[in-house]
Every structure is written in C-alpha cells, then in structure tokens.
C-alpha cells in the first residue's frame, strides 16, 4: 500500500476506511461474558481489550509489538513569540530521543515498546501561517508520506508522539479551524508561556484563522494551511493504521488535532483509536469531547512526545492480560452466575 500522490487520493483514501473484524469483536465479547468474575466488572479494561480485539482480528489480542514513533518538525511562526522555548530545541531534543534521555524515552523502556523518532524537517520550518499556508500540497503530502511510511502493519498497537517548538499552537488553530469557535478557546500554555505570550498565541491563531478564511473550514486544508510537518506526518500515520487494521492509542492535544482530520471524514473515521489521557491543555479535552473520545487518563500532563498514551499503555497491558489470560467459568471449574 503506498501513501496518497494527490490530495485526490488521499481523500480517496479517507472515504474508504476499513471496519474492523466484527466477528473477532463478537467472540471477544462472548469470552469476556465467561471470564472467572462478574460480568462487567473490570470496567473500561474490558472495553479496551474487546476494542483491541476488533481491530487485530483476533478474540485473544496480543500486545507484542507496540511501537513508539516520534514526529519532529519546526514551525515558521514561532517568531512570533509563541514559545517559552526557541527553536533550537527541536534538534536537541530530537537528538535527546535518540540517546534515551527523554520521559518518554523511559516510559518505552518501562513499558517495552521500541522507540523510533523521524525528522519531518527540523531544519525546514513550515511557512508562516498568518502569511502563507503553513506547507504547499507537495510538502503536505510528502510529510503525509513519512507518517504513513513508518507503519508496516504488522503492529499490534501504535502510538505517536510529536516534538515542534510552537506546535500548540499550529494545535489550536488547526482545531479552531475544523470545529469552530474563537482562538482563545483553543489556545492554552503550551511550554509554559507567561500571559503576555498567552496572548501573543491568541492573536497568531487568530490572525492565521483569519488569512485562511474560509478554505480552512475543510479539515485537510486546515491541517495543510494550519499544521506542521510533524502533524501531517502523525495524520498519515493513523490514516495507514486504520487502512491495515492497526489500533492506535493516542497522546495529547497536538496528536490529538494532527488525527481529527480522519475523525472528521466520517463518523467513525477514528474508531481504531483509544484516547490514552486528557492533557493539562484546555483545547485538548475539549477536542476529545467534539471528537467522542473518553481518555483513559486524566493526569494533567502536557510533556507531548506520546509521553501520555505511553503511560496508558500500562493500562491497556492490564487489559490485554486480563481478558487473554484468565480462565473462563468452564476452565476454572467455578460455578457461574445463577440463571
């Protein structure tokens, strides 16, 4: 399966998403309803194994291989003042991830997930999007290409994170520009900023909302004209997952807006995706609401870097273990529910 060549094909693509195996959802269901406890009784681990189930096309999912990719890229805005950080930390930090020294560094360590970090232009920011749109459609569809290339398919679960010094608030605007309402309801602290770079954020994506009006209103346009290299490469990443049937556990806010696109083509454009937390970021939970996503964890972090749904993935360990390895009514010789 290639990436998309033309925003043609990727549309294409969007609208011709994969359901899932439902017998594989049916069966693990029907194991849950015989497992040695009452029915329902571990909440949202059933769900999450049940969810897993679905997409591997298996009763009893593994968690195997589980991947870590991280997405890095820089964006022309920042010279706005919209960081707390300057752009040279995109690099640091990218050759952070690449020496182990990262959070999440420690958490695919803790968890066993591999851990993989792609330069989506680091050294190549995005344009200026209150001057321009943030990439041109090759460059939109070239990063498309590096998402969707780092997924081979063969991945029982995926998670993404992202590094891009002012990518809160390429977020915002993004999400703003899919779902409406005013810049400062999207926009957060991001790295820290103070109120007066709270405010310089506001009018950035305020300025930005309005030179793009009103192409930005189509999800893909707003992604291409809003977002960064990083973020389209995370879009093409979950678009690949769905299409070879891989769940996704999604991180915070900007992972969050990078994928709304797809949740936005169709109603279940995000079905093979489970929230792994609500950031500390406003935007970020109220973009799960719009998007009907119901977070896993609410721990008020805001590191990025797939740090939340990499804490997650100890909870969707506990689900997989619990729904694979435990007996049923029948195994255990235990007597069931009375009739």
């Known amino acids: 399966m290639t990436p998309p060549q033309t925003i043609a094909d990727l549309r294409t693509l969007m609208n011709s998403l994969p359901a899932g195996d439902a017998a594989a959802r049916t069966a693990a269901a029907a194991r849950q309803d015989q497992l040695v406890k ?5 909440g949202r681990l059933e769900e999450v194994a049940i969810h897993l189930a679905h997409w591997q096309g298996a009763e009893k999912p593994a968690l195997d291989k589980v991947t870590i990719t991280i997405f890095a890229g820089s964006h022309g805005m920042t010279k706005h003042g919209v960081s707390a950080f300057p752009d040279e930390v995109n690099a640091q930090m990218f050759g952070g991830f690449q020496a182990g020294m990262a959070a999440i560094c420690q958490l695919a360590d803790a968890f066993g997930a591999p851990l993989a970090a792609i330069d989506c232009g680091i050294d190549h920011p995005t344009a200026d999007f209150t001057e321009a749109p943030a990439m041109t459609e090759p460059e939109f569809l070239a990063a498309i290409a590096q998402g969707f290339d780092a997924i081979s398919g063969d991945e029982d679960l995926v998670i993404f994170g992202e590094m891009g010094i002012g990518n809160t608030t390429a977020a915002a605007a993004v999400s703003a520009a899919m779902l409406g309402g005013e810049a400062a309801d999207w926009v957060g602290a991001g790295t820290g900023v103070d109120a007066q770079g709270l405010k310089r954020k506001v ?15 189509e999800p893909v346009e707003a992604l291409r004209r809003l977002g960064g290299r990083e973020m389209a490469a995370i879009f093409g990443a979950c678009l ?6 891989v769940p996704v556990l999604l991180d915070g806010f900007i992972v969050t807006a990078s994928v709304a696109a797809l949740g936005l ?27 009907h996503l119901d977070p896993l964890l609410r721990l008020n972090m805001r590191l990025g870097e797939g740090s939340g749904a990499a804490t997650a993935l100890g909870v969707v360990k506990a689900a997989v273990a619990c729904h694979s390895g435990m007996a049923t009514f029948a195994e255990a010789a235990v007597a069931g529910k009375n009739a």
Not at 38 to 42: D, E, M, N, R, V
């Open 265 to 291: 083509a169709a109603e279940d454009g995000l079905a093979h995706c489970i929230a792994g937390h609500a950031s500390e970021e406003p935007g970020h939970r109220r973009l799960l609401d719009r998007l």
């Open 38 to 42: 009452p029915a329902g009784s571990l």
């Open 203 to 217: 009018d950035v994506v305020a300025r930005g909302l309005a030179r793009h009006a009103p192409r930005v209103a």
């Open 240 to 245: 690949a997952a769905r299409l070879k049937s």
